[in-house]
């Protein structure tokens, strides 16, 4: 994922790094089994997309809709779409986007650990006034070009100055504390050669080196057994209806605290870990707890867990939960 401001020249990056990362790939060994290469690379933007930058302007629209921006919320299902095509543990996706929110991030994050393929952000790093100076010079060559100075500006739209504005305003900068952010790399604007190849160099080995990071699936879902009594709905509801309560008794009058959930057979608790930033609702828990019912309610997991119990069920909730708190902080 490529995150950085506006104009910070993200694009320029993406394309150094997908010249390296075709030339690691055109030379990765292959085995006489398989002459096909290792791995193979997509390079996916709003270009290519043919997404416009005027997706994410909230300046044309009144202040009760800018939360819910229709335009852009499409165009995140687009480029999801996109990414889930051809994402897998051999396949390589350069996303050149905005990238700004970390919500989008994780949901990201959470895409490659269901292949199980790691994912990493590479942070380009650019001062405000470079970055504006960069865009304004775009906006001053599209108003020549409209007016027939010029004949072209280049592959690189400008943005409108209000949606750039508030675009700097939202961005949120990638967190290398949190998990969906990490491996984080960086890139300024001064970088040369030798940095730019050193960075790329590290972000392959992260990536695919031999010592790469083992990704294990998202556990927030549970195989069904048929092995498990009674009805497996029933236990799967009666159990997140339990941690619920539990949760609403014992979280007490203040914000952020760890809750205590039996694991069962004797074992040692489970830890909910509640958010410091406000108090955890019944609504919130029971939105969540629905969510995490729609994941199971086939029954079909992403791993094999075994029987099914309430043990196994516990832990899953526990983890959705702690995995939801933290992506809300």
Not at 205 to 232: C, F, H, L, M
Not at 238 to 258: C, S
Request: net charge negative.
């Amino acid at each position: 994922m490529i995150s950085g401001l506006p104009t910070s020249g993200k694009t320029t990056r993406a394309k150094q790094l997908e010249k390296f990362l075709s030339e690691r790939v055109a030379n990765t060994p292959t085995s006489p089994s398989n002459p096909q290469p290792k791995y193979r690379l997509h390079y996916i933007s709003d270009t290519t997309l043919s997404i416009p930058r005027s997706v994410y302007d909230l300046s044309t629209k009144p202040e009760h809709a800018r939360s819910a921006n229709a335009s852009e919320k499409d165009a995140r299902a687009k480029i999801s779409g996109a990414v889930k095509r051809v994402l897998s543990d051999r396949d390589m996706v350069i996303l050149d986007n905005p990238n700004y929110i970390k919500g989008w991030r994780y949901q990201l994050h959470c895409e490659s650990k269901a292949v199980r393929t790691p994912s990493c952000v590479l942070q380009i790093g650019c001062g405000v006034d470079r970055a504006k100076a960069i865009n304004e010079e775009r906006l001053r060559k599209k108003e020549e070009e409209e007016t027939g100075e010029i004949d072209e500006i280049g592959d690189e739209e400008p943005y409108s100055m209000p949606n750039w504005e508030n675009l700097v305003f939202r961005y949120e900068e990638p967190n290398p504390m949190t998990r969906w952010d990490s491996p984080l790399f960086t890139l300024i604007w001064e970088d040369e050669e030798d940095r730019t190849q050193k960075v790329f160099g590290d972000l392959w080995e992260a990536i695919a080196g031999e010592n790469r990071k083992v990704v294990k699936p998202n556990q927030a879902t549970v195989q069904r057994s048929r092995d498990a009594g009674g009805d497996y709905l029933f236990v799967l509801d009666r159990e997140t209806q339990d941690i619920v309560k539990r949760i609403l008794e014992q979280q007490g009058d203040e914000a952020g605290a760890t809750v205590k959930i039996p694991k069962g057979d004797g074992k040692e608790d489970l830890e909910v870990e509640l958010p410091m930033s406000k108090k955890v609702g019944l609504p919130q828990l029971q939105r969540l707890r629905r969510a995490f019912m729609g994941l199971n309610r086939g029954g079909i997991g992403l791993e094999g867990v075994g029987t099914l119990g309430m043990e196994r069920i516990r832990g899953s909730f526990v983890g959705y939960l702690n995995d939801m708190f933290e992506k809300d902080e």
